[in-house]
Nanobody, 111 residues
Framework: QVQLVESGGGLVQPGGSLTLSCVAS????????MNWYRQAPGKQREFVAR???????NYADSVKDRFTISRDNTKKTIYLQMNRLKPEDTAVYYC?????WGQGTQVTVSS
């Protein structure tokens, strides 16, 4: 079984920064495409960022140039560095390795 455990969420003021982490239990982590998604109250879950096995990345337009996804294969961990946060970024952020979801970590951007 695969387990994904997110951490690092919290309350931050607009313009601030947070870094999220996701630790994966899979033995094939180095080959895996890893993703961050988020879901705000009353909205559908949406794609945020993706990183492939070569380190290539993709981002949603809404977070491009503000968020950075990265991975550490020795720690089987992915990260999401979030800068210049906006209230619209408020959501539960989920780690995703198809077909597995983490439990999510809450990010609240508010003054």
């Amino acid at each position: 079984q695969v387990q994904l455990v997110e951490s690092g969420g919290g309350l931050v003021q607009p313009g601030g920064s947070l870094t999220l982490s996701c630790v994966a239990s899979t033995s094939s982590f180095s080959l895996a495409v890893m993703n961050w998604y988020r879901q705000a109250p009353g909205k559908q879950r949406e794609f945020v960022a993706r990183i492939n096995s070569y380190g290539g990345t993709n981002y949603a337009d809404s977070v491009k140039d503000r968020f950075t996804i990265s991975r550490d294969n020795t720690k089987k961990t992915i990260y999401l560095q979030m800068n210049r946060l906006k209230p619209e970024d408020t959501a539960v952020y989920y780690c995703y390795l198809a077909p597995h979801w983490g439990q999510g970590t809450q990010v609240t951007v508010s003054s």
